[in-house]
């Protein structure tokens, strides 16, 4: 199978697009690319890649979200393989809206599963998209900065870029 990779630089480094000539299968920071790699060998099995400089429009989109266009990123097709539940999880988290946070919990009762917090939280973490399929939008129950894939200060950041309602405590800081 022939995928294609493009990379662009953003206020929060280096990001990396996979996509087929459909759909898009991955995006992480140029600084996990080896994981993403791995989840890709996961999820897909063998695979080729190809350098391409804007599958599917993917790079023209992410870099109008960075510059304030919230609906930039929707609407882009996705090609997530995961489990029944993990595909639930991303599929619900496309539907948090720009500019909004939900805890753990709070998807987990979205999805009619309200003890499957910590699933919850082991799907967002294997979430292949980064940004796409807004993971960085789920917070603690207390409104605490949680883990992000790709740390705290980008999900800091993405948060405070998104204007995060009701702003979070943690983003009143600088500390990661």
């Not at 063998?46 to 960075?66: E, H, K, T, V």
């Amino acid at each position: 199978m022939v995928l294609y990779q493009a990379e662009c630089v953003s206020p929060i480094g280096g990001i990396v697009v996979i996509s087929d000539t459909t759909q898009l299968w991955a995006v992480d920071y140029a600084d996990y690319v080896e994981r993403m790699y791995r989840r890709l060998q996961r999820h897909h099995g063998d695979y080729q890649l190809r350098r391409a400089i804007d599958p599917l429009g993917a790079i023209q989109r992410l870099q109008a979200y960075f510059a304030g266009d919230w609906q930039a990123l929707a609407g882009l097709p996705v090609a997530t393989r995961g489990t029944v539940f993990q595909q639930q999880v991303w599929s619900e988290l496309r539907q948090i809206p720009v500019g909004t946070t939900v805890s753990y919990q709070q998807l987990a009762v979205r999805l009619g599963r309200p003890r499957a917090c910590r699933a919850v939280g082991l799907a967002n973490a294997a979430n292949p998209l980064a940004i796409v399929v807004p993971c960085h939008r789920v917070i603690g129950s207390q409104q605490e900065l949680t883990g992000y894939s790709g740390g705290l200060k980008r999900k800091r950041w993405l948060l405070k870029h998104e204007n995060a309602s009701p702003l979070p405590a943690f983003l009143h800081t600088d500390r990661a």
